[in-house]
């Protein structure tokens, strides 16, 4: 490729909107545009490394006996009605109606589709295992779009779904496909860590993330450097440490005039958050619950969601608190009448507590669990962070951000049951399927890797997804000589089909080396008149300071020399 022909033109600065590492570069890299809120255009420096990924995945899931096939973006609203999930999709659905007032999906995920299809063409154990799958753009109204292409509202995804007999079936689907992810990270060269992760709105019962560690990540991963435990914080589990051993005391009232966050309490007390019992409101499908745990700890939605089984969980507003005879701010188990109240397991690890006295200005001093107060449930509930135990060889936790790269589920039967895919097992019996849903994420894939790896020049692609191989760059091309032979070399490696960018822009060294390290074009080729005398040209790789002279003739098989030299040293790690 020409880079005077190349559409898409490097910028020196990113516009201010783009916060994070990877949607700077990209930007600025000329790689991809915006078009609105999480909606990009790929330009062909981004498309070509977005193929690259796609063509990786694809040789993947193809070797671990997937097929692909192509389903449709317009989903009937019915099929998500007979599933139930247009209800914990919610307002993430894009819908329309269309001109017979149908109402339509744009496909978020494609359960629903895929069971349909399956309950027409599986009809025996005999059509099973199946491994199907498709890498197609899915549409998901995201609240905040953000970080470029890490958190978009459209976006191209692989996504391979499994059909067994039986659980047993599933569980080797997922060890399979979790094989077969471990390679295409491999092959990306991007380190990321398998993690326990809490199955949202696709619902089912265990599913795994893929993780790669990044400050800019949205999501946080607990993790023990020990054993290898690692979970998403909102799956994690940590083992709490008690807050302290004393003999029960009796229950105090005392005034805390103007105390009324934890915070305030325990300061103005002159103890501990951990030594303090917190009160948290929230609705849940309507109804107001209490919740209680102790003041250093923090609710964790999911587990509380999946502890309820609740569709609509949200914080109470003051108003749906204040109706209920609460006095916020002072609010307290200790008492309390009408409403339910469910309690983290943190209250038992501890004791006389701090807590409201639902009078305006007083708490209690020495509460205790169960002696002064009753609960409905108790469980744990709280958000696990890192210097909590390990659940399982209890050393101390660890928390780093991480950029979820691909996601796997096993569904079970759920959504079989649903929508009736159903096959006869061997006694002749109607049993429905065993599903499992595996998904990555192209673009935001893609951007891991930048956000990965880089420097303050630019991009750093590894060989297998860089948009091209080789950046040709002669310098003074005003020098007849110099163009004629930067004409012979990049014709001899496009006949060897190496992936050639030439920059044959009349630019000063200064423009095309900077331009070069932005793009993160792996090796860089210099030619100059100097190089030219020596009938030498200088090769650079992206991450290496050091230069080699390679000699012009038999210069193609040279260069294919060092990069097969390259991509061997990778597969190595
Ligand atoms: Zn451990």
Redesign the pocket.
């Known amino acids: 490729m020409r880079y005077s022909k190349l559409f898409g033109k490097t910028l020196r600065q990113a516009p201010a909107e783009a916060e994070s590492i990877s949607h700077q570069l990209l930007l600025r890299s000329g790689m991809i545009a915006q078009v609105a809120a999480g909606v990009y255009s790929y330009l062909p420096l981004g498309w070509r490394a977005l193929k690259k990924i796609e063509q990786i995945i694809r040789e993947e899931m193809n070797n671990a006996g997937g097929q692909e096939l192509m389903l449709p973006v317009l989903q009937p609203f019915e099929l998500w009605q007979q599933s139930g999930r247009n209800i914990s999709f919610g307002q993430s659905l894009f819908t329309l109606t269309d001109r017979k007032q149908h109402e339509l999906v744009l496909g978020p995920t494609h359960e629903e589709i895929i069971a349909d299809l399956a309950r027409r063409h599986v009809q025996s154990y005999r059509d099973l295992p199946l491994l199907l799958y498709q890498i197609q753009t899915k549409f998901r109204d995201e609240p905040r779009p953000r970080g470029g292409l890490l958190r978009v509202r459209e976006f191209i995804m692989k996504d391979l779904y499994s059909f067994d007999v039986n659980d047993d079936g599933l569980d080797e689907s997922y060890k399979n496909m979790s094989q077969a992810y471990k390679k295409i990270y491999a092959r990306l060269d991007l380190p990321a860590l398998m993690v326990e992760a809490d199955s949202g709105a696709i619902g089912g019962k265990d599913s795994h993330e893929f993780m790669v560690i990044a400050e800019s990540g949205d999501d946080e991963i607990i993790y ?1 450097p ?2 290898g ?1 690692a979970a998403n914080a909102e799956k994690a589990q940590g083992v709490k440490t008690r807050a302290n051993s004393e003999a029960l005391l009796s229950v105090e009232e005392m005034a805390t005039p103007g105390a009324e966050t934890i915070e305030e309490v325990a300061s103005f007390v002159g103890v501990p958050l951990n030594r303090t019992l917190k009160a948290v409101f929230y609705s849940v499908d309507g109804e107001l619950v209490f919740i209680v745990i102790r003041g250093d700890l923090v609710v964790n939605e999911t587990k509380l969601r999946n502890l309820l089984k609740c569709s609509g969980l949200r914080l109470a507003s003051e108003d749906e608190v204040s109706g209920t005879g609460v006095i916020a701010g002072f609010a307290s188990p200790m008492g309390i009448k009408g409403v339910r109240v469910i309690a983290d397991n943190s209250i038992t690890l501890g004791s006389n507590f701090i807590a409201g006295a639902n009078k305006q200005g007083y708490h209690f001093k020495n509460a205790n669990y169960p002696r002064d107060f009753q609960v409905d449930l108790i469980a744990d509930i709280a958000l696990a962070r890192g210097g909590d135990a ?1 659940p ?2 209890g ?1 101390e936790l660890t928390s780093a951000g991480g950029i979820e790269v691909g996601h796997i589920f096993k569904l079970g039967t759920f959504i079989s049951e649903k929508m009736e895919a159903f096959f006869l097992n061997q006694n002749g019996m109607s049993q429905p399927i065993v599903m499992g849903s595996y998904g990555i994420g192209l673009g935001r894939l893609l951007a891991a890797m930048i956000e990965q790896s880089h420097d303050d020049k630019g991009i750093i692609w590894s060989l297998p997804v860089a948009p091209y191989q080789v950046y040709l760059c002669p310098i003074l091309l005003n020098d007849p000589a110099v163009a004629a032979e930067a004409e012979k070399v990049y014709q001899s490696l496009e006949e060897k089909g190496m992936e050639v960018l030439f920059d044959d822009r009349n630019e000063s060294p200064g423009v095309k080396f900077n331009d070069a390290d932005l793009l993160g074009i792996p090796l860089r080729l210099t030619l100059s008149p100097r190089t030219l005398k020596n009938q030498r040209i200088e090769a650079k790789w992206r991450t290496e300071e050091e230069v080699h002279l390679l000699p012009l003739d038999g210069l193609a098989t040279g260069v294919s020399e060092l990069l097969r030299e390259k991509l061997a040293r990778q597969s190595v790690v």
């Open positions: 023990c020990e054993c435990y390990c399982r060889c050393s």
